[in-house]
Nanobody, 126 residues
Framework: QVQLVESGGGLVQPGGSLRLSCAAS????????LGWFRQAPGKERELVAV????????KYGDPVKGRFTISRDNAKNTVYLQMSSLKPEDTALYYC??????WGAGLHLLEGYDYWGQGTQVTVSS
């Protein structure tokens, strides 16, 4: 049974930091790229960051470049998203997802991801 379980969300003030985690099971974690997406109310789900199977290639969405860092630990089947300098516009439900391959084209497209977590809420507000 495939599972992706996100944790670490919460309420944080503007300028603060949070670290999200996503624990995976039920598939070969180390052979897939892993991504973080987010969806705010009334908006489409968008790619935040994605990391290749080996951890040596990363891609970020423009709104988070320089503020967020994605990483993974294949020994623990876990992917992380370190978020810093948070802004109110970062408020969203954050999802982790497993891409169908180690890396590839179209990483920003939802249909390339086979497995999804249930999401963890991040709220940035004073």
């Amino acid at each position: 049974q495939v599972q992706l379980v996100e944790s670490g969300g919460g309420l944080v003030q503007p300028g603060g930091s949070l670290r999200l985690s996503c624990a995976a099971s039920g598939f070969t974690f180390s052979s897939r790229a892993l991504g973080w997406f987010r969806q705010a109310p009334g908006k489409e789900r968008e790619l935040v960051a994605v990391i290749a199977w080996s951890g040596d290639i990363r891609k970020y969405g423009d709104p988070v470049k320089g503020r967020f860092t994605i990483s993974r630990d294949n020994a623990k089947n876990t992917v992380y998203l370190q978020m810093s300098s948070l802004k109110p516009e970062d408020t969203a439900l954050y999802y982790c997802a497993a891409y169908h391959d180690r890396w590839g084209a179209g990483l920003h497209l939802l249909e390339g991801y086979d497995y999804w977590g249930q999401g963890t809420q991040v709220t940035v507000s004073s």
